[in-house]
């Protein structure tokens, strides 16, 4: 009996070792002629690459996707969130820029109830936006100057544009914060693209020193000339600024200097919207304030008018 134990336990070795062996060349690839061992050739990825649905509602659908930021060669990870009821329309889109050490879902809360009035969204999380758990590639250049902002913005208006479910007559930008200077500074290149401009919760210093902001990964081609508002001012579409009174970074102030700036332009509508209360962000606004961005939003998009702010906000 000892003997067929001290077998049995033989044949257990051997075979652990063996298959200890077969894993180690399977996980390394295959031994070729000369006896060295050929690498696993991995799948290419092509890009856009949409990953698996994250949440369906009544009235949305939101997809993850990472697009290639061919500039950069950065991945860029964005959730496309789509009207439940598209059909086989074209729809109107909102592009979302978040503020500093934002991510993709900190704008969320607007495409997902703007989805009840029949717009798309596409929210997503700049380049070096996020230091400790980050989704899109950029980790080295955290926290990423607004130059490599655009650029990634850039990628993301492209992208849009090929959606067939996208009205690309409808594409707007929306910017909060440090999100709104990356909005402001692209802008002027996209008249033929964007249809009008949202600017939340931010604003330009009067001396400049936003736009002279510190950071990583400078993309030099799109740092603005010294004249910064004239090359603001060049954006000729509509530009609505949305800001609370209590926001503790000074972005109400500065909303209402950028405002000015707008306002001096030939062509293009320029209003400001001061609000009760809140804090810096949208998630900071009054509930009574958030409902009245959502009815201007929906109101300019629908009919082109520009409403005017709502009483007791």
Same mark, same amino acid.
């Given at each position: 009996?000892?003997?067929?134990?001290?077998?049995?336990?033989?044949?257990?070795?051997?075979?652990?070792?063996?298959?200890?062996?077969?894993?180690?060349?399977?996980?390394?690839?295959?031994?070729?002629?000369?006896?060295?061992?050929?690498?696993?050739?991995?799948?290419?990825?092509?890009?856009?690459?949409?990953?698996?649905?994250?949440?369906?509602?009544?009235?949305?659908?939101?997809?993850?996707?990472?697009?290639?930021?061919?500039?950069?060669?950065?991945?860029?990870?964005?959730?496309?969130?789509?009207?439940?009821?598209?059909?086989?329309?074209?729809?109107?889109?909102?592009?979302?820029?978040?503020?500093?050490?934002?991510?993709?879902?900190?704008?969320?809360?607007?495409?997902?109830?703007?989805?009840?009035?029949?717009?798309?969204?596409?929210?997503?999380?700049?380049?070096?936006?996020?230091?400790?758990?980050?989704?899109?590639?950029?980790?080295?250049?955290?926290?990423?100057?607004?130059?490599?902002?655009?650029?990634?913005?850039?990628?993301?208006?492209?992208?849009?544009?090929?959606?067939?479910?996208?009205?690309?007559?409808?594409?707007?930008?929306?910017?909060?914060?440090?999100?709104?200077?990356?909005?402001?500074?692209?802008?002027?290149?996209?008249?033929?693209?964007?249809?009008?401009?949202?600017?939340?919760?931010?604003?330009?210093?009067?001396?400049?020193?936003?736009?002279?902001?510190?950071?990583?990964?400078?993309?030099?081609?799109?740092?603005?000339?010294?004249?910064?508002?004239?090359?603001?001012?060049?954006?000729?579409?509509?530009?609505?600024?949305?800001?609370?009174?209590?926001?503790?970074?000074?972005?109400?102030?500065?909303?209402?200097?950028?405002?000015?700036?707008?306002?001096?332009?030939?062509?293009?509508?320029?209003? #400001?919207?001061?609000?009760?209360?809140?804090?810096?962000? #949208?998630?900071?606004?009054?509930?009574?304030?958030?409902?009245?961005?959502?009815?201007?939003?929906?109101?300019?998009?629908?009919?082109?008018?520009?409403?005017?702010?709502?009483?007791?906000?």
């Amino acid at each position: 009996m000892k003997e067929k134990f001290a077998t049995l336990k033989k044949i257990a070795v051997a075979g652990t070792l063996a298959a200890a062996a077969m894993t180690a060349v399977f996980a390394s690839g295959c031994t070729n002629d000369t006896g060295k061992t050929d690498p696993v050739e991995k799948p290419e990825v092509t890009y856009p690459q949409y990953l698996t649905e994250l949440k369906s509602t009544d009235t949305y659908t939101e997809t993850p996707v990472y697009i290639m930021n061919e500039e950069t060669d950065r991945r860029v990870y964005c959730i496309e969130t789509v009207p439940a009821d598209l059909g086989d329309g074209k729809v109107p889109l909102i592009i979302y820029v978040h503020g500093g050490n934002g991510d993709a879902t900190s704008l969320i809360a607007l495409p997902e109830n703007l989805a009840e009035s029949g717009f798309a969204g596409i929210t997503f999380e700049c380049c070096g936006a996020n230091k400790f758990s980050p989704k899109s590639d950029g980790k080295e250049i955290y926290s990423s100057h607004y130059t490599s902002r655009i650029s990634d913005l850039e990628a993301v208006i492209e992208h849009a544009k090929t959606l067939d479910y996208v009205d690309t007559d409808k594409i707007y930008i929306y910017g909060q914060s440090y999100g709104g200077l990356v909005c402001m500074m692209d802008a002027p290149y996209h008249n033929d693209d964007i249809q009008g401009m949202f600017l939340e919760s931010t604003g330009l210093t009067e001396d400049g020193s936003m736009v002279t902001a510190t950071g990583n990964g400078v993309v030099d081609k799109y740092l603005p000339p010294e004249d910064y508002e004239s090359f603001m001012t060049e954006f000729t579409k509509d530009v609505l600024i949305f800001c609370s009174q209590e926001d503790e970074t000074g972005a109400h102030e500065n909303g209402a200097y950028t405002a000015t700036v707008y306002e001096s332009r030939a062509e293009g509508e320029t209003k #400001f919207y001061s609000y009760k209360g809140g804090m810096h962000s #949208f998630s900071g606004f009054e509930k009574e304030a958030k409902e009245d961005v959502y009815r201007i939003i929906t109101a300019y998009i629908t009919t082109g008018e520009i409403l005017e702010q709502g009483e007791n906000t």
